[in-house]
T-cell receptor
Framework: GQNIDQPTEMTATEGAIVQINCTYQTSGFNGLFWYQQHAGEAPTFLSYNVLDGLEEKGRFSSFLSRSKGYSYLLLKELQMKDSASYLCAVKPGYSTLTFGKGTMLLVSP | SAVISQKPSRDICQRGTSLTIQCQVDSQVTMMFWYRQQPGQSLTLIATANQGSEATYESGFVIDKFPISRPNLTFSTLTVSNMSPEDSSIYLC??????????????FGSGTRLTVV
């Protein structure tokens, strides 16, 4: 079976750095994806990791350790517009994405 | 990456009726996927739709309740049949990244917000 865990909620202050963790146990692994979803909108792709290490994209970075079944999404210089749900998703083998329950991030002034 | 037009964007339906949701993609794609997102929850895969064959349903979802059509490589429909209030959710379609270049991510339609009364 597939199991993906991430915290339900996190809060942070504008301008700060926040790290959202994701652990997974899946039958097969062909990459880990992070998505951002604002309320009432479709998920938007943020990052993809398939090899161990850090991928950096502007203010967002994502890290993967396959041996530990662990990833995190790092958001720097937080802005109010970063308040959203962040979804960790794994592609197990040849099937499509399996999503975690999402982490609701609230950024306060 | 592909652009997906999904409609309707929202609907309020009477229980016992059916609603068909359409997704049109601006390029040919091999696989299309249908997800459900219940209020406050994450995305759950309903089925995978391949052109020219029957859709593959995930555990807990059946063809009689969620019939899917995939007449060509750019279009698919999902029907929610004999609706009950428990079917109130957001329904989203998604497609593979181009050429399986996963660093482009899977693209999602804008979603259909369904309320059953």
């Amino acid at each position: 079976g597939q199991n993906i865990d991430q915290p339900t909620e996190m809060t942070a202050t504008e301008g700060a750095i926040v790290q959202i963790n994701c652990t997974y146990q899946t039958s097969g692994f062909n990459g880990l994806f992070w998505y951002q979803q604002h309320a009432g909108e479709a998920p938007t792709f943020l990052s993809y990791n398939v090899l161990d290490g850090l991928e950096e994209k502007g203010r967002f970075s994502s890290f993967l350790s396959r041996s530990k079944g662990y990833s995190y999404l790092l958001l720097k210089e937080l802005q109010m517009k970063d308040s959203a749900s962040y979804l960790c998703a794994v592609k197990p083998g040849y099937s499509t994405l399996t999503f975690g329950k999402g982490t609701m991030l609230l950024v306060s002034p | 990456s592909a652009v997906i037009s999904q409609k309707p964007s929202r609907d309020i339906c009477q229980r016992g009726t059916s609603l068909t949701i359409q997704c049109q993609v601006d390029s040919q794609v091999t696989m299309m996927f249908w997800y459900r997102q219940q209020p406050g929850q994450s995305l759950t895969l309903i089925a995978t739709a391949n052109q020219g064959s029957e859709a593959t349903y995930e555990s807990g979802f059946v063809i009689d309740k969620f019939p899917i059509s995939r007449p060509n490589l750019t279009f698919s429909t999902l029907t929610v049949s004999n609706m009950s209030p428990e079917d109130s959710s957001i329904y989203l379609c998604s497609v593979d990244p181009p050429g399986t270049l996963f660093n482009y991510g899977y693209t999602f339609g804008s979603g259909t917000r369904l309320t059953v009364v």
